[in-house]
């Protein structure tokens, strides 16, 4: 008998899990997405007539949405409103689709988003400054989008943020200072923009900063001598800019340096610090400047070109 028991409860627990699902209004949300993003094109579409447990590239946990992964599944149409009504949401995966229109104003609204990933789509517009109120977010990946605008002021509030990763859009404006705020950040790929301005000095706080890339842009001034705090630095690109002045001594200092990209900029000095060239791990270097500046190095025999 009491095996019996205990064999009821055991499908009863089995049979909740089993069986759970969203509430009413989380699934119409999804559909609202579904039918802005033309779900019936998509490569692995959705039975609205089936549990949402079955739709692919959705995950429950306790009855709630918590991850969108629809990457390459051939989305076009604009993200709606709605999208951002899911309570529990911590991952939202829209990669390398054809998504047009603008992120909505609301995204703010989420508080417990921990990955926003929209790269290579058409998205356009301002990158939304509410934003930064998504103080879960660890990672922020846009690339290969037609976003325009600045980089929001406030982006240091995000302090979970690790990856923050713009590359290949229309960014003006410059790298705001409060950047320096974002202590856990490993990645920080801004090329192929129209950033303006200087590196700023706060850059140097980011202690954890494993890639730093903002080459292709219209940057000027020195490179910080503080750059050389930065000693978890694998990549340093900062190639296709203005930059001028000495390249700083300390960067022989990023004893993890992989790659350094200093190629067409304008460094007033012909002579890279030989302490620079001997970095141990240092495979990729490229050091090309214009007009002032006409040297070719090779580290590793690799050979170093434009």
Known sequence: MRTLRLLIHVLLIFTSVSFANVNKCEKDILISFYEATNGYDWNQTWDLDESVNNWFGVTIENNHVVEINLSFNNLSGTLPSEIVNLPNLRVLNLHMNSLKGSIPQNIGDYTTLEELNLSFNQISGKI??????????????????????????????????????????????????????????????????????????????????????????????????????????????????????????????????????????????????????????????????????KATMSINSAIVSD
């Open 128 to 293: 939304p400054t509410s934003i930064c109120e998504i103080e879960s977010l660890k990672s922020i990946v846009l690339f290969m989008n037609q976003f325009e605008g600045t980089i929001p002021t406030n982006i240091g509030n995000l302090s979970n943020l690790e990856e923050l990763i713009l590359f290949n859009n229309n960014i003006t404006g410059f790298m705001p200072n409060s950047i320096g705020n974002l202590k856990n950040l490993k990645v920080l790929h801004l090329s192929s923009n129209n950033i303006e301005g200087v590196l700023p000095l706060e850059i140097s706080n980011l202690s954890q900063l494993e890639l730093l890339s903002v080459f292709d842009n219209k940057m000027i001034g020195q490179i910080p001598t503080e750059i050389g705090n930065l000693n978890k630095l694998t990549e340093l690109s900062l190639a296709n800019n203005s930059f001028d002045g000495d390249i700083p001594s300390e960067i022989a200092q990023l004893n993890n340096l992989v790659t350094l990209m200093l190629n067409n900029n304008n460094f007033d000095t012909t002579i890279i610090d030989e302490a620079i060239v001997n970095i141990p791990t240092l495979v990729d270097f490229k050091f090309i400047s214009s007009p002032k500046v």
